[in-house]
């Protein structure tokens, strides 16, 4: 499984970005996907996962803000980032839980991702 990061950026509070991971290797079918976020000095967070039928599930944070969702066609997940605030400055990760629901995946964290990406950088000023 590889996964590749990009829409990473630099914008204003209150801006919008779109992250996407360009999937290969993977079967959707079998699964949870999910984006990840860790500032500097901080744990990594889970943002936000999605599992083959497309059910979703957000951290308290970026929920009515962030949406995941997923391109099957194009093998590829992304993460809409509206209302961006400097808080949200992280990188962000997207990983991938083989054989896992997201509800258990959410339950046993980043152990249960065995495949992450390079990450992609989100900078947001004030």
């Known amino acids: 499984v590889q996964l590749v990061e990009s829409g990473g950026g630099s914008v204003q509070a209150g801006g919008s970005l779109r992250l996407s991971c360009a999937a290969s290797?993977?079967?959707?079918?079998?699964?949870?996907m999910g984006w990840f976020r860790q500032a500097p000095g901080k744990e990594r967070e889970g943002v936000a996962t999605?599992?083959?039928?497309?059910?979703?599930s957000y951290v308290d944070s970026v929920k009515g803000r962030f949406t995941i969702s997923q391109d099957n066609a194009k093998n590829t997940l992304y993460l809409q980032m509206n209302s961006l605030q400097p808080e949200d400055t992280a990188m962000y990760y997207c990983?991938?839980?083989?054989?896992?629901?997201?509800?258990?995946?959410?339950?046993?964290?980043?152990?249960?991702?065995?495949?992450w990406g390079q990450g992609t950088q989100v900078t947001v000023s004030s």
């Open positions: 990983a991938v839980a083989s054989g896992y629901s997201c509800r258990l995946a959410s339950y046993r964290g980043t152990s249960a991702f065995g495949y």
């Open positions: 290797g993977y079967t959707y079918s079998n699964g949870c």
């Open positions: 999605i599992d083959s039928n497309g059910r979703t």
